[in-house]
């Protein structure tokens, strides 16, 4: 895939703001801002970004305007635009939107797929047979999340086993790649390697993401592990920390586009994507949403680069 | 040493909220809400506190009241009470106010080190020898602050061998223990593991303690490297992460003390310190200081432990 920045970066980030992160706002965004949003995005060089659900609009108002979204947004060159697809009439407007990637979503945890896409684990996984082989038939690609991949807020600790069991179901039906879900945000690096450690020799590690949260002030640290002891080189991140914590309103929820690329340059690691202009396109819906972003860097955008020399 | 709650826990909390947070808060606080702030610590289970700083009012209005704050608090029994001492002046004061140790801080950059204490590193050294010698005399501990431990806001990234050097003045003063400073909060593990590598031989791991700011979020990654590859168990952390950046108005700076509490404790350390006591503490200070705290636990703590299970 052809890199804006001339070099092809290790490490890819998946910008799931624009989804993940305001389908947590209480906020109504309209769709003006949130074409604004994927635009500015689509010019900090990360390799690929969640613009939109086709979640029933009931389920999820905040996004019941993706269509349009997709319609409107002007698309970078190597770039992939991405949505969340539950079934086939969601396939049907991912298609018509054409969207580059799908995503199909399961859970590892029994309670929280009942409570969150309401039926058990394998149904959602037959759910997603027919989604995945018609989305493949049109040349697009999958992805297949796995949440409450270590925590879930009902059921507590996830054995890993549990989620080698779904992972294994997903890629038997034919999904391009795993997005392991880290909900709840109480994970340190001791249990994403257990996690790691089970899932590893399931596929190779270019088809893993990492999707962790920064509820419990754990991503930077969780994201840093899984790169430098797994390997791992992609990751799920929200521009500003964007999104909240559904369990509890007020807190960070998603890891920080910016503070991870931060996290992972300094460490050393070629990452796709500007962390400063990351900030600035965050910074856009501050003002929308009416708080102040989560994300560490966002807060010191300002002094930098002229107060602190980047080492 | 006993510890409160019945065991030794391997890894020591410095809390230094009631200094190092409130030094850098721009809010005036009353001499009964620092007594206050205090006590609610004391009964967090936490190693030691620094309440308080000896130099000059003129120079820190925000800490004038030390001598009296000392007076006030009710000391727990097994818990160090300590002070910033900068002079001969300072130490007369600390020994007034019956202080178990003291704190006697110095720089590895030059720039950092004239623009923070009007002095070269080596005059600073100068400075301290006979408080440091006074202070044992008189049967105080004695610690010893090296900012800009990896990163000076003026000059950039510091080298390792800078610190070797000053510490090793330092041990020969006599101190007991070193604090290494990461004034700026740009290191990532990284960073830390040069400069621990580079000090490591100087003295036993007992005698370190990892002082970190949470400013780009590097905090937890970097107390759990120090922890898990080089052993070192003590950690300076600021209730709530009081504290902000005195460089980046706005911006979180001291490593939160929950934050660090937890990341360790689900590390699977055996840590001095109740993270959700501290919270509690940290809440205090809150209506206070006129915004909300950076921890990332304190925005959770309303939703802990009933809706997520410890695991």
């Known amino acids: ?14 910008e799931v703001g624009p989804r993940d992160g305001l389908q947590h706002e209480t906020a109504i965004v309209s769709t003006e801002a949130k074409v604004s949003f994927v635009n500015a995005l689509s010019r900090t060089g990360v390799t690929e970004i969640e613009a939109g659900s086709f979640v029933s609009p009931r389920a999820i108002p905040q996004l019941a305007d993706s269509d349009e979204v997709f319609q409107r947004i002007q698309r970078m060159p190597g770039v992939v635009y991405s949505a969340l697809v539950p079934n086939e009439r969601g396939l049907e407007r991912a ?20 409570r969150n896409i309401n039926c ?21 690609a999958v992805r297949g999340y796995i949440s409450t991949a270590t925590h879930c807020p009902f059921e507590g600790p996830v054995r890993p086993s549990r989620v080698v069991e779904v992972m294994r179901q997903l890629l038997d039906l034919g999904v391009d790649e795993i997005s392991l879900g880290e909900t709840v ?6 249990h994403i390697r257990f996690l790691l450690d089970a ?3 399931l596929t190779v590690p270019a088809a893993f993401s990492l999707h962790v949260h920064d509820t419990y002030g754990m991503a930077v640290a969780n994201v840093l592990i899984a790169w430098e002891e797994y390997g791992i080189e992609a990751f799920d991140t929200s521009a500003g920390g964007l999104g909240g914590c559904p369990y509890a309103p007020g807190a960070s929820g998603n890891a920080a ?17 500007d962390e400063w202009m ?20 966002s807060r010191v955008s300002h002094i930098h680069p002229s107060c602190e020399p980047v080492p």
């Open 1 to 14: 895939m052809p890199h804006r920045h001339g070099h092809a970066a290790s490490i890819r980030i998946i």
């Open 199 to 201: 899932v590893r020799p």
């Open 120 to 140: 058990s684990i394998r149904e959602s996984v037959e759910r997603f047979k027919p989604v995945v082989s018609g989305a493949k038939r049109d040349g697009m």
């Open 278 to 297: 990351v900030v600035a396109a965050a910074k856009q819906m501050e003002g929308i949403l009416n708080h102040t972003l989560p994300s560490r860097l």
């Open 257 to 273: 586009t910016e503070d991870v690329i931060y996290a992972l340059k300094a460490s050393g690691a070629s990452v796709a994507g």
């Open 185 to 190: 945000g109480k994970a340190v690096p001791r």
């Open 95 to 114: 298609r018509a939107a054409r969207v580059d990637k799908i995503s199909v979503f399961a859970a590892a945890s029994e309670t929280f797929s009942r």
